[in-house]
Nanobody, 118 residues
Framework: QVHLVESGGGLVQAGGSLRLSCAAS????????MGWYRQAPGKEREFVAG???????DYAASVKGRFTISRDNAKNTVHLQMNYLKPDNTAVYYC????????????WGQGTQVTVSS
């Protein structure tokens, strides 16, 4: 079993930045990929960004160029640097992990709220 704990959410004005972090514990040797999803009120959960153990990344088109995902394998953490935030980025952001890729993750964090004010 893998346990994921997010941190770093909060309230920020449009145009500002936030950095989310996720710490993994438990059977971490089984994790190859980590990533982030988000769910806005009334909407389905959607993919934001993912990163493999080797550092290969993928992003949703809507965040490409503004968000950066990174990973510290030694510390079993993944980060999401979010710049130029927009009000429609307001959502609960979830950390995800999987033995293969985060398209359908096996493991989820509890989520952290990000609110962007206009």
């Amino acid at each position: 079993q893998v346990h994921l704990v997010e941190s770093g959410g909060g309230l920020v004005q449009a145009g500002g930045s936030l950095r989310l972090s996720c710490a993994a514990s438990g059977s971490i040797d089984s994790i190859m990929a980590m990533g982030w999803y988000r769910q806005a009120p009334g909407k389905e959960r959607e993919f934001v960004a993912g990163i493999t153990e080797r550092g290969n990344t993928d992003y949703a088109a809507s965040v490409k160029g503004r968000f950066t995902i990174s990973r510290d394998n030694a510390k079993n953490t993944v980060h999401l640097q979010m710049n130029y935030l927009k009000p429609d980025n307001t959502a609960v952001y979830y950390c995800a992990a999987d033995p293969i890729w985060v398209q359908a993750p096996d493991y989820w964090g509890q989520g952290t709220q990000v609110t962007v004010s206009s």
